[in-house]
């Protein structure tokens, strides 16, 4: 996650359409996310890059609970938290309520055990 904070840092180029550097930075996002989610057991069911944004839903394997996650426009240059909440599938997109997280190794840990 350290990787993934420092690719925020720096920003990205603000475009009318997905620009290869976001496109490649969604890319490494997903694998960092697929990496700690397997920490907790659990698994990455839908993902979504969107206009500067990334979403998706995971599923925890103790009681099979969907989850909707989404990390906003990243074009502002900084690192922000996480939003996650709980979801009915993966195509709910109002859920529960709003929680975040921030990104760092282990960022899961400290909410699912």
Do not use: W
């Not at 496109?23 to 960092?32: T, W, Y």
């Amino acid at each position: 996650m350290e990787k993934i904070n420092q690719l925020l840092n720096r920003g990205f180029e603000s475009s009318c359409y997905k620009t290869p550097e976001f496109l490649s930075f969604s890319r490494k996002f997903k694998n960092a996310i697929k990496k700690e989610l397997s920490t907790i057991g659990s698994e990455l069911t839908a993902y979504n890059t969107g206009h500067f944004y990334v979403s998706g839903f995971f599923r925890t394997k103790k009681d099979n609970q969907c989850f909707y996650f989404s990390l906003s426009d990243v074009r502002s240059g900084r690192s922000q938290p996480m939003l996650y909440r709980t979801a009915k599938d993966e195509k709910d997109y109002t859920g529960g309520g709003n929680e975040y997280v921030e990104l760092k190794e282990g960022m899961f840990n400290r909410i699912f055990q």
